[in-house]
């Protein structure tokens, strides 16, 4: 079982944080290895929205999609994918810190096949892109006067 869990807290109210943070059309933004996010439900995200992914991780390319398993706004937000060699769990939460807001990213999975071999190297390398990942969500929303 992998499980990596990172934070940071950013210096914006937390509605803003978690409005596009959730929002799946910014994620090729702020996700360095995330190409492509398509919508595959229509409507506003919430419990139940489906999303592909094209992403590139380890140097292969790969594309999922994710549900929306839980989806509390502002709060928290679990997405979750079966596809695969490395079927995933995310999971987004928003809390306030000191008139910011603490972001915490979780990801969780048991790997299958080659991937489970590969599992014990993946922890560290997860851990790495998701720091990279809240930096930049963190530079963008930071540097963002709305």
Known sequence: MVNVQTEIV???PRAEVAEYAANPDNAPQ?????HRAQRLTDGPAGTGSRVAFTAKFLGRELNYTYEFVQFVPGER???????GPFPMQTTYTWTDDDGG??????NSGRP????RLAG???APLMRRENRKDLQK?????????A
């Open 77 to 83: 937000l679990v997405m979750r994918t079966a596809q």
């Open 101 to 106: 807001t603490r972001m915490t990213l979780g």
């Open 10 to 12: 950013i210096n914006r």
């Open 137 to 145: 969500l963190k530079s963008i929303l930071e540097a963002d006067p």
């Open 120 to 122: 014990v190297f993946m």
């Open 112 to 115: 299958s096949g080659f991937s």
């Open 30 to 34: 702020w996700y360095a290895n995330i």
